[in-house]
């Protein structure tokens, strides 16, 4: 029931914060131009950042479930408000303010470290992380045709979905009890001590490593119906149909990197080789968009499953190197550097497409999951894996912090 209520709330908060791409073409079509659209479909993400780690540490302190109903909540009576914005700057000001109440559902997480051993935890979170291109894909197959007569309709429909999972999470989310906190992974063994888990880099390099590959994420995410409707001459539902699709198989992705990373009891390692595919990936996207070259499409689409598929080992990494007592604060510093990002992307790549076209821009994003190939702190994690297997209290203490529900 904690994975089934996290994810609806993650399919709620994604559909909103992501699916503001999908209404690109509305927001044309009502006289705004593309790097206008832009700065509204990085309103939601703007507004999340602020709140992330406030967030973070109220789960920490009071338990998801009241975070999670009151956040999803709040979001959801202010975008059923939003349909009365008069003019783009007051509907810009409640995207804001719905993002920085549903920014709840990412600074949550300690659930999955509560209720679940580390052996099936990556896979856990890949589920629970599964749910965000579960979203985009809710979003691409949706609110294109909702939006055929204006942005009324699917800002009601978002609402809708945030109610709902405000609700489910009242009813239903019951918080594990709290454990001590470790300053490293917590697969070494819970240690009663509330010591810092950033005095050592390793928390800091995995938070930057995930935070540049959000760039190629939303990069595809938020420019991939563009790409499809103006260069390759798709139609707007054609394009957001085949999108959905390929959101799914990105959810997909999300659930075998859990997989892989629970089988190999490494977060990191798989992270590092999806980092370096992402990469390639992107280049190649860049060289067949110059080109005009057909497996442009293709490419793109695979970019939409490799690139997303990380996210869930990453907040896995972040949750146990931070600890119980610290998971709630990790995860919202992580999310907020995130969220830093995806803020900045669209309105940032827009004005590059303008200036140079997709190709070129293309070409620039590939840089950044190649760096965080590089960042990604994989000697750390396999020395503490060796550490841990010198110590058989730790091995039999391997993440059974809780119960599922």
Same mark, same amino acid.
């Given at each position: 029931?904690?994975?089934?209520?996290?994810?609806?709330?993650?399919?709620?908060?994604?559909?909103?914060?992501?699916?503001?791409?999908?209404?690109?073409?509305?927001?044309?079509?009502?006289?705004?131009?593309?790097?206008?659209?832009?700065?509204?479909?990085?309103? /939601?993400?703007?507004g999340?950042?602020?709140?992330?780690?406030?967030?973070?540490?109220?789960?920490?302190?009071?338990?998801?479930?009241?975070?999670?109903?009151?956040?999803?909540?709040?979001?959801?009576?202010?975008?059923?408000?939003?349909?009365?914005?008069?003019?783009?700057?007051?509907?810009?000001?409640?995207?804001?303010? =719905? !993002?920085?109440?549903?920014?709840?559902v #990412?600074?949550?997480g300690?659930?999955?470290?509560?209720?679940?051993?580390?052996?099936?935890?990556?896979?856990?979170? !890949?589920?629970?992380?599964?749910?965000? /291109?579960?979203?985009? =894909?809710?979003?691409?197959?949706?609110? *294109? &045709?909702?939006?055929?007569?204006?942005?009324?309709?699917?800002l009601?429909?978002? &609402?809708?979905?945030?109610?709902?999972?405000?609700?489910?999470?009242?009813?239903?989310?019951?918080?594990?009890?709290?454990? /001590?906190?470790?300053?490293?992974?917590? %697969?070494?063994?819970?240690?009663?001590?509330?010591?810092?888990?950033?005095?050592?880099?390793h928390?800091? +390099?995995?938070?930057? &490593?995930?935070?540049?590959?959000?760039?190629?994420?939303?990069?595809?995410?938020?420019?991939? #119906?563009?790409?499809?409707?103006?260069v390759?001459?798709?139609?707007?539902?054609?394009?957001?149909?085949?999108?959905?699709? %390929?959101?799914?198989?990105?959810?997909?992705?999300? #659930?075998?990197?859990?997989?892989?990373?629970?089988?190999?009891?490494?977060?990191? +390692? *798989?992270?590092?080789?999806?980092?370096?595919?992402?990469?390639?990936?992107?280049?190649?996207?860049?060289? @067949?968009?110059?080109? !005009?070259?057909?497996?442009?499409v *293709?490419? #793109?689409?695979?970019?939409?499953?490799?690139?997303?598929?990380?996210?869930?080992?990453?907040?896995?990494?972040? @949750?146990?190197?931070?600890?119980?007592?610290? &998971?709630?604060?990790?995860?919202?510093?992580?999310?907020?550097?995130?969220?830093?990002?995806?803020?900045?992307t669209?309105?940032?790549?827009?004005?590059?497409?303008?200036?140079?076209?997709?190709?070129?821009?293309?070409?620039?994003?590939?840089?950044?999951?190649?760096?965080?190939?590089?960042?990604? /702190?994989?000697?750390?994690?396999?020395?503490?894996?060796?550490?841990?297997?010198?110590?058989?209290?730790?091995?039999?203490?391997?993440?059974?912090?809780?119960?599922?529900?």
């Open positions: 029931m904690v994975l089934v209520v996290g994810m609806l709330a993650m399919t709620a908060g994604s559909t909103f914060q992501f699916g503001m791409a999908y209404l690109i073409p509305a927001f044309r079509d009502e006289g705004l131009s593309l790097e206008q659209a832009g700065v509204l479909v990085a309103c /939601p993400t703007a999340v950042m602020l709140t992330l780690i406030a967030w973070g540490a109220a789960a920490d302190r009071w338990g998801e479930r009241v975070v999670l109903s009151t956040g999803l909540g709040s979001a959801g009576l202010v975008l059923l408000a939003a349909r009365g914005a008069q003019g783009t700057a007051s509907l810009a000001v409640y995207l804001a303010l =719905a !993002g920085a109440a549903g920014g709840s #990412l600074a949550s300690r659930l999955i470290l509560g209720w679940f051993a580390r052996h099936e935890r990556a896979l856990a979170m !890949g589920i629970r992380q599964s749910a965000q /291109p579960m979203g985009l =894909a809710l979003a691409a197959s949706t609110l *294109p &045709a909702l939006a055929t007569g204006g942005t009324d309709v699917p009601l429909f978002l &609402a809708g979905l945030f109610l709902a999972a405000a609700t489910a999470a009242l009813l239903l989310v019951r918080d594990p009890a709290p454990q /001590p906190s470790a300053a490293g992974p917590e %697969a070494a063994g819970p240690k009663p001590t509330s010591t810092s888990p950033y005095r050592a880099p928390l800091w +390099r995995i938070h930057a &490593a995930s935070t540049l590959l959000v760039i190629p994420q939303f990069a595809v995410t938020t420019f991939a #119906l563009v790409f499809l409707t103006d390759r001459g798709w139609t707007v539902l054609d394009a957001g149909y085949l999108l959905a699709g %390929a959101q799914a198989c990105g959810a997909l992705g999300r #659930l075998g990197a859990g997989y892989w990373s629970d089988r190999t009891d490494s977060r990191l +390692r *798989p992270m590092r080789a999806i980092a370096i595919a992402t990469g390639v990936g992107m280049l190649a996207l860049a060289v @067949a968009a110059a080109a !005009g070259s057909s497996l442009a *293709p490419l #793109l689409l695979s970019l939409a499953v490799v690139a997303v598929s990380s996210n869930g080992l990453s907040f896995t990494a972040v @949750a146990e190197y931070a600890g119980s007592a610290w &998971a709630g604060r990790a995860l919202g510093i992580q999310t907020t550097g995130q969220n830093v990002l995806t803020a900045a669209p309105p940032v790549l827009a004005l590059a497409i303008g200036a140079t076209g997709f190709a070129p821009s293309f070409a620039v994003v590939a840089a950044f999951p190649l760096v965080a190939a590089m960042v990604v /702190p994989v000697a750390a994690e396999r020395a503490a894996t060796a550490a841990q297997a010198g110590h058989p209290a730790r091995r039999h203490s391997r993440g059974d912090v809780g119960s599922r529900s």
